[in-house]
């Protein structure tokens, strides 16, 4: 059984920065992929950054040259650093992992998610 765990969430100010963290305990990793997703109050839970086979990176363009996602096998933990936040990045930051048991099957896996709150 694979758990999620997050930290690293809080209020900041916008302009700030911070750094989730997710780490995975149990068994059975060899992830595919990790990375994130968010939640804001009343709309869809949306992809912000994932890492796909520790080499390709994808994210939200509404993230990109502000947020950089990482991984430390080793840990097995994946990170979020988040710089220049906006007000618009609040929300609940889930992490996310994949591990992929044949051509269109797959185990995902959700973290219980960290509050992110940015203030003007």
């Known amino acids: 059984q694979v758990q999620l765990v997050e930290s690293g969430g809080g209020l900041v100010q916008a302009g700030g920065s911070l750094r989730l963290s997710c780490a995975a305990s149990g068994s059975g990793f060899n992830f595919n992929a990790m990375g994130w997703y968010r939640q804001a109050p009343g709309k869809q839970r949306e992809l912000v950054a994932v890492?796909?086979?520790?080499?390709?990176?994808n994210y939200a363009d509404s993230v990109k040259g502000r947020f950089t996602i990482s991984r430390d096998n080793a840990k097995n933990t994946v990170y979020l650093q988040m710089n220049n936040l906006k007000p618009e990045d609040t929300g609940v930051y889930f992490c996310?992992?994949?591990?992929?048991?044949?051509?269109?099957?797959?185990?995902?896996?959700w973290g219980q998610g960290t509050q992110v709150t940015v203030s003007v």
């Open positions: 996310y992992a994949r591990r992929e048991t044949g051509p269109a099957a797959a185990y995902v896996y």
């Open positions: 890492n796909t086979n520790d080499a390709d990176t």
